[in-house]
């Protein structure tokens, strides 16, 4: 007698728990750490020279925005905003509503006296620069038209601010009075 053909069937099933084993194992493999792609950051600026144009010119700009705004159309407000981030974008953003609420006005033009670039990380995006403010024809009043401004407050200021790049635009992202440093009117 011959024997008889082994039916196909456990090959099939063979062929099923491989299968079953794989798709069964696949999600145990994606539970296991997988490599996920950092990307590398792109440095915004080819040199420390063009990271302090590059500053100034934004801080130029926010002053100029800054000088146009109207504390009675907050819609002015905007164009700053658009120049700042982080926490010093979040006291501006309070600062300004709060006046526009207040009925406050602000007259005259602040105007700078020196930029200079002080430090550039362009790994991170990071630029650092020293500022001196004119205030001196900048008043602050209230709907009464009472002044706002403190009466011993300086008429320029010293700043250091801090710039960062998300590689496609430049944001002022803090600014500290340094009072280390003096500036004077005539520069």
């Known amino acids: 007698m011959i024997p008889p053909t082994p039916p196909r069937a456990p090959r099939r099933s063979v062929l099923l728990r491989i299968l079953a084993t794989l798709v069964a194992a696949a ?8 490599p996920v792609p950092t990307p590398t950051p792109t440095a915004a600026f080819a ?6 144009a590059a500053a100034e010119e934004t801080y130029r700009e926010f002053t100029r925005r800054l000088n ?3 504390l009675a159309d907050p819609r002015t407000f905007e164009p700053l905003f ?20 207040e009925g406050f006005a602000i007259n005259g033009t602040t105007k700078i006296l020196s930029f200079e670039g002080t430090a550039a990380d362009l790994r991170r995006n990071v630029v650092e620069a020293a500022v001196c403010l004119d205030v001196s024809d900048v008043t602050v009043v209230d709907s ?31 600014a500290s009075v340094d009072q280390e440093k003096t500036c004077t009117l005539d520069g």
Not at 47 to 52: K, L, M, N, P, T
């Open 68 to 70: 146009e705004i109207d």
């Open 47 to 52: 040199s420390e020279e063009e990271a302090f």
């Open 82 to 101: 658009e120049l700042s981030s982080g926490e010093f974008e979040s006291a501006d953003r309070k600062a300004y509503s709060s006046m526009h609420a």
């Open 27 to 34: 999600p145990l493999a994606a539970c296991g750490p997988t």
């Open 144 to 174: 009464a038209g009472a002044s706002q401004v403190d009466p011993n407050r300086p008429n320029t200021y010293a700043l250091d601010v801090i710039f960062i790049s998300d590689g496609r635009s430049l944001t002022i992202d803090s």
